[in-house]
Each structure stands twice: as structure tokens, then as C-alpha cells.
């Protein structure tokens, strides 16, 4: 029996060596393929076994699937069936005994217990909540649903190419709807979350500084305002963080922020600029600190966790960011809070694309690359069917018009003009007066232009 007809992936650490790991979903049907594959008749017909076990393989043939628990017996094991397994790595007590897990067992059970759950929740549905644009999005069913077919869930990440080409094909076909969405060239699905993404896109920067003889380029400008991740995420890629300030009203103060680039002009690495930022201020001059920081020779590091704001309004790659992460569990629907998994992408320009994150097990990345940001090449892969699903569904444009929808409806349109206006920390939500068609039905047409109108007043 073959490795491949036993259907067993074995990780091959190098010419000489084999390893395999072995859960409690191993059956012992598993491991007599593993014993076989190994060649256990083999070793029956070598002549290294008693004459008592030779003699029973013999009586039996060498190709018969007893011959594995004949070799437990030389062993001193009745069988495979029978083998002990220590007490060290034994269960001590039984599995999922919380009353929780054994109350519903429908589907409807199910589904309404999570409802009640949400429904304790707060969230836009009853209030206006704290956290910003990053987290308008909808989990719809209809995306969750692949995270749980056993082809998406099962998968080791490690798989072979062949056995996950299906997968392969999803990874692509995201990578460039994200590149089209943000106005890059080129991503890497390998970062863990948006702080991952955010160490992985200056270690990227750095790489490609090196690159160019310019590895000393080592200071990092951030805003004062920044979420407290970049500079921790500037800090671990080796950076030097030097603040820049904010005005009043959380605007980057541009005065400052030249003064920075000239002090540390030989040494600058790069920029990292929130937009929308963290105050929700679309920065008017966002194009004017990319010009400047290029022209001190550092890079754009956009942080991308607001891009809910910005999809089909904006993107980042024309405005002149060079590197971007997006939070897939903010703009891009996955589920998000408690500590769930994430998913934070990085999207960078042809120019930086060769020093993406690599892997060392399965080849992807930049052929220049770094190295590795986490442990699997393609992170918490099967989560990004959500975002995958939620992509192909809505399509690009539709995405864009959703995330404008969101921004404001048409009734917000008419609402407009008798809006003061004013600069608003946080996110604000326009309501206006429900716009109607002649029967009374309510429209649900999303307008092009409110939108802008809103934005040039620096509100999301
Ligand atoms: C502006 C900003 N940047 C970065 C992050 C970090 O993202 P993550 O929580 O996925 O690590 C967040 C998260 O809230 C954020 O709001």
C-alpha cells in the first residue's frame, strides 16, 4: 500500500526523514495503514522476526492486512486495537459535559439560541455604538456556511498543492478582487490579523529598503492618533517610532509632520497614516503627506482597518500608499469581537511585491522575501471563504455601493442640506427622512452623489 492509496499525508523533512502527527481523530484502522504503508510485510518477510512470528505472518501471506497486529503481538500487544495508550496523554474526564451542549440538538434549537444570544448584544440595531466605520458589515448566512463543509474545515494547511487546488484557486481569485478593491498590485493572505498585517508590511518595506543599500532607513513616522498597534507593530519590525502630532480636531498637523521628515530625512523609513483616521477624519491633505514622505525617500503604510469607509470611494494604491493591510474581519464580514479568529491581508505596489511574506513549507510570497509571519502560509484560510463569498456575491462594485449605502441612504441625500456641519470623532450615522416611492413603497435605490457631498465634509 502506497502513502497516496492509503489517502495519508506524511511531512517530509528531508530526503532521509519522514514525520507525522498523530490526534485523537486517528483511528486504528489509521495507524495499521500507517504500519502497512511502512512496510510491515516488508519487514515480516526479512527474516529479523522470531521464528513464532514468521511463522504466523507466513500462515497468514505478507500482503494480508493482519500482518501489522501480528508484529503488535511480537510486541507483546494482543493488538493494535489493544494498544495501550499512556497514561499521560489519557482523557481524565468525559468530553463536553456543560448543560449548554446538550440542550439543543436541531438546527431550529440551535439557531434560536444564537439569536438570543445576539439579541443581548449591542450593536447599530438598538444603539449607536463605539467602535468605528471598520465594523459595518453583515455576517450573512449564506458566507458562513462553507467554513463549515469538511473540504474548507479539514484541509491541513500543509496539504499537498494537488489535494487543495480548490483552495489555490479561491486564494487568487481574492488576492486580485482585493488588489482591484484597493488599487494595488500584488498581496499576501498570510498575516494572522491587522496588527499581523501591519508588522508584516513594514518588515516588507524594510526588506525592500535592504534591497536597495538603504537598510539604515530605520524611523518610522506615526501620528499621534494611530491605533495603538502600529507603533508596537513598528517597535517589533526593528523600527525606530518617531510621533507626529495631531490638531485639534485629529487632523495629522502637516507643519509637523515635514519638520519630522527633514529631521530624520537619511534615516526614514516610512510613514504609517490611518484613513479615515481613528477620529473619522478623512484627511483632505491624505495625498499631500504621501508626495512629501516619498519625497524623503520613506514608504506609505496605510492602515486599512477603516476601509469599510473608503470601498468604492477611494483606494488607497491611487491616493499613494505603497502597503495596506485590511481587517477581513472588519470590512470584510467576518465575524469579529471575543477574540475570533482574523484575517489581515496586506496589498502592496509591483515595487514591494517581491519581498511579500514567504513560507518555508509551502512556496508562496515574495521571491526576496523576509521570511514568514505566522504559522500556516495562507493564515486562518478556512475563515476567508466568509469574505470570499461575501466578494463573489456583492461583487466588487456592489461592494462599493453597499459600503456607500452604509455611508448614507438616498432619504440622507435630501437631509443634507439642513445638516450642520461640523467635524465628528468616532462614527456618526445620517438619518434623514425615508425617501418613498409614489405607491408608498420605500426606495432602496443608494445614490451616487450623497455620499461625496459628505465626505468633502469630512463625515463618515
Ligand atoms: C485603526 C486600526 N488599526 C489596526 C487595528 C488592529 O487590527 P487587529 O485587531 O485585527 O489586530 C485596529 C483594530 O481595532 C484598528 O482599529
Redesign the pocket.
Known amino acids: 500500500m502506497s502513502v497516496r492509496t492509503a489517502s495519508i499525508n506524511l511531512r517530509y523533512v528531508d530526503s532521509q526523514t519522514v514525520a507525522v502527527s498523530l490526534d485523537e481523530t486517528v483511528t486504528k484502522q489509521d495507524l495499521r495503514d500507517l504500519l502497512e504503508v511502512f512496510g510491515a510485510a516488508d519487514v515480516a518477510a526479512s527474516g529479523q522476526l522470531s521464528q513464532g512470528t514468521a511463522d504466523a505472518v507466513a500462515s497468514v501471506g505478507q500482503t494480508s492486512a493482519a500482518v501489522p497486529d501480528l508484529l503488535a503481538q511480537a510486541a507483546g500487544i494482543k493488538s493494535i486495537d489493544d494498544a495501550p495508550i499512556s497514561p499521560a496523554f489519557q482523557r481524565t474526564r468525559p468530553l463536553l459535559q456543560h448543560e449548554i451542549f446538550n440542550m439543543y440538538h436541531s438546527e431550529h434549537e440551535l439557531l434560536r439560541y444564537i439569536y438570543r444570544l445576539q439579541s443581548r448584544d449591542l450593536s447599530l440595531t438598538t444603539s449607536m455604538i463605539p467602535l468605528?466605520s471598520?465594523t459595518m458589515k453583515l455576517n450573512a448566512t449564506t458566507e458562513m456556511i462553507p467554513v463549515t463543509w469538511p473540504e474548507f474545515a479539514n484541509l491541513h494547511p500543509f496539504a499537498p498543492l494537488h489535494q487543495a487546488q480548490g483552495y489555490h484557486a479561491m486564494f487568487r481569485r481574492f488576492e486580485r478582487d482585493l488588489c482591484e478593491i484597493t488599487g494595488f498590485d500584488a498581496a499576501s493572505l498570510q498575516p494572522n490579523?491587522?496588527?499581523?498585517?501591519?508588522y508584516a508590511g513594514l518588515r516588507t518595506i524594510r526588506q525592500y529598503l535592504i534591497s536597495k543599500g538603504e537598510g539604515h532607513r530605520n524611523v518610522c513616522l506615526i501620528p499621534v492618533s494611530?491605533?495603538g498597534?502600529?507603533p508596537a507593530s513598528a517597535m517589533m519590525a526593528g523600527m525606530e517610532v518617531v510621533v507626529v502630532k495631531c490638531d485639534a480636531d485629529g487632523n495629522l498637523d502637516f507643519a509637523d509632520l515635514k519638520a519630522k521628515a527633514e529631521q530624520y530625512k537619511d534615516r526614514l523609513a516610512a510613514v504609517m497614516i490611518?484613513y479615515p483616521s481613528?477620529f473619522g477624519v478623512f484627511e483632505l491633505g491624505v495625498r499631500n503627506v504621501c508626495e512629501l514622505v516619498h519625497s524623503y525617500g520613506g514608504q506609505v503604510y496605510l492602515?486599512g482597518?477603516?476601509m469599510n469607509a473608503q470601498v468604492g470611494l477611494c483606494r488607497p494604491g491611487d491616493y499613494g500608499a505603497d502597503v495596506c493591510?485590511l481587517?477581513l474581519?472588519?470590512t470584510f464580514c467576518i465575524p469579529h469581537g471575543g477574540g475570533g479568529p482574523?484575517m489581515?491581508p496586506i496589498c502592496v505596489k509591483s515595487h514591494l511585491a517581491p519581498f511579500l511574506p514567504s513560507h518555508p513549507v509551502l512556496p508562496t510570497g515574495g521571491e526576496a522575501s523576509f521570511g514568514p509571519v505566522a504559522a500556516a502560509p495562507y493564515s486562518s484560510a478556512s475563515i476567508l471563504a466568509i469574505s470570499y463569498a461575501y466578494i463573489r456575491m456583492m461583487g466588487t462594485r456592489l461592494v462599493a455601493k453597499r459600503a456607500r449605502g452604509l455611508l448614507v441612504s438616498r432619504g440622507a441625500k435630501r437631509a443634507l442640506p439642513r445638516c450642520t456641519w461640523g467635524r465628528v470623532r468616532g462614527t456618526c450615522r445620517l438619518e434623514g427622512p425615508e425617501a418613498r416611492h409614489a405607491d408608498g413603497a420605500p426606495q432602496r435605490q443608494l445614490h451616487a452623489q450623497a455620499p461625496r457631498k459628505v465626505l468633502r465634509h469630512s463625515v463618515h
Open positions: 468605528g471598520c490579523s491587522g496588527a499581523n498585517g501591519e494611530a491605533h498597534t502600529n490611518t481613528t492602515d482597518a477603516n493591510h481587517n474581519h472588519k482574523g489581515g
